[in-house]
């Protein structure tokens, strides 16, 4: 199983980003998806959660309200759209799946590569 994160970048505060998460290596019936962040010298914190047939969605109380998080099992990909996009925000994003949804990092057995966004003030 491969995820591969996309859609990072650079932006102004109050702006937006969708980042995307394409699964390969396996079919997405009854797959969990996470995205989770990391900012420098922080810790890992988790962003939010889709589980892919119930379509169960939830998500960190720091972003709830400005990100949305969906997926199209055509194209086996899992979005974060964020938007109203502020400094703190600034982190590496990570997609990770498995096949338990939760809010803690040890639920998710596959993890992909980081995708940096960075908001400036």
């Known amino acids: 199983v491969q995820l591969q994160a996309s859609g990072g970048g650079l932006v102004q505060a109050g702006g937006s980003l969708r980042l995307s998460c394409a699964v390969s290596?396996?079919?997405?019936?009854?797959?969990?998806l996470g995205w989770f962040r990391q900012a420098p010298g922080k810790e890992r914190e988790f962003v939010a959660a889709i589980s892919w047939s119930d379509i169960i969605t939830f998500y960190a109380d720091s972003v709830k309200g400005r990100v949305t998080i969906s997926r199209d099992t055509t194209k086996k990909t899992v979005y974060l759209q964020m938007n109203s996009l502020k400094p703190e925000d600034t982190a590496v994003y990570y997609c990770a799946g498995g096949t338990y949804y939760g809010r803690s990092s040890e639920r998710y057995t596959q993890w992909g590569r980081g995708t940096l966004v960075t908001v400036s003030s």
């Open positions: 290596g396996r079919t997405v019936s009854g797959y969990a």
